[in-house]
């Protein structure tokens, strides 16, 4: 297995750990954040049309959904990860979210195919592709991570044209899979009866910007700007205002629903125990008015050399021992090398404390 196989999978097995730890500490039974994704953006236009570039119309339609959800719900705070004509990285998209603490991601596409006559809305989850059709979605969008200079580590090693990869990235099993599918539905539900868009149903691929979110996630292709028809609905403000209303409709539905699943659970606190003070032993053999270098003559020789400032001397010692016992041997040890006036010293956690209080510790802890 390469190396660039093995770090993704490690980003993978790190991920998992922390979306089980957001999973089990999670504090609030309510919707408060909620990050809305225009894909692409300034140098990177994504899927073309005829007359339109996908970066300009998910924009218009991030932005309305997005104010649809301020104006109707004063307590929840909106997060564009951008709001004009700008490249954000799709790492940097995925960290906005992140750091913000968000309960919901909503990336917004638009589709294009090779044929003009592909048309309708679809919905996707990280998960692995069933369909090669998915797949290629997925490796259209993760594309994107082209247009930055730095990809090649930003990425873990990642590849968006490598199929192999993308079974490596199907391994991530999000703690927010059930909640991811249940919105994308509704997403799915309202394009198709309010907007009347041809369904296309929820599906699952590797989409990088999924994959390193941690709070239930979706990513939506709002239609198919090489279909000639579709492409002129998508660019229309009616076309627009429909699809961001039935987005924020959707989104108003999963709130209701996961509030009202979630309102008689208490609170998870994981209680996590304070570390036990930890003492060690140290033989000190010198001390200097100036600091000297831990490679000075006198030190050579001798193992695990460290310094200490203690009534406004620098102060030397050797070894580091848990016990008495092993740092007698040790003292024992320095004095049969012609080591004199050396003596042993405690400490508790890098501080310097009395051999009493040390063996008082240690009796305590037992």
Request: hydrophobic letters at 35%; charged letters at 30%; one cysteine or more.
């Amino acid at each position: 297995m390469t190396l660039k196989r093995l770090l993704l999978i490690f980003g993978i097995l790190l991920l998992m750990i922390t979306s089980w730890i957001e999973g089990i500490s999670q504090v609030e039974n309510k919707i408060t954040k909620v990050v809305i994704d225009a894909g692409h953006g300034g140098k990177d236009p994504g899927a073309l049309g005829k007359n339109s570039m996908e970066k300009n119309i998910v924009l218009d339609v991030a932005l309305k959904t997005g104010k649809y959800i301020e104006e109707n719900f004063r307590d929840i705070e909106v997060i564009y990860t951008r709001k004009t004509d700008e490249f954000i990285g799709l790492h940097k998209r995925a960290q906005i979210a992140n750091e913000a603490g968000a309960d919901v991601f909503i990336s917004i596409h638009c589709n294009s195919n090779k044929s003009s006559k592909p048309y309708g809305a679809e919905t996707y989850v990280m998960g692995l592709h069933k369909t090669l059709e998915n797949l290629d979605v997925a490796k259209t969008e993760n594309a994107a991570i082209y247009y930055e200079e730095d990809y090649t580590t930003q990425y873990e090693g990642f590849n968006p044209d490598s199929d192999e990869d993308y079974i490596v990235l199907s391994m991530f099993q999000s703690s927010t899979i059930d909640q991811s599918i249940d919105l994308s539905s509704k997403v799915q539900h309202q394009f198709k009866d309010r907007v009347g868009r041809k369904d296309r149903g929820v599906k699952q691929a590797g989409f990088w910007v999924l994959y390193k979110t941690i709070m239930p996630g979706i990513l939506i292709e709002l239609g198919f700007l090489s279909n000639p028809v579709e492409e002129k609905f998508l660019l229309s403000e009616d076309g627009k205002v429909y699809l961001a209303s039935a987005i924020y409709r959707a989104f108003k539905n999963y709130k209701s629903d996961y509030e009202d699943a979630n309102k008689d659970l208490k609170p998870v606190v994981v209680k996590l125990e304070e570390p036990k003070p930890q003492v060690f032993y140290r033989i000190q053999f010198a001390s200097y008015k100036k600091e000297k270098s831990l490679e000075f003559r006198k030190f050579r020789g001798l193992k695990d050399v460290r310094v200490y400032k203690h009534d406004g001397c620098f102060k030397y010692t050797t070894g580091n021992e848990d016990s008495l016992e092993n740092v007698q041997s040790l003292k024992n040890e320095l004095i049969k090398k012609g080591y004199n006036d050396i003596f042993i010293v405690a400490f508790i956690n890098d501080e310097r404390v009395s051999l009493d209080e040390a063996k008082q510790l240690s009796e305590n802890q037992n």
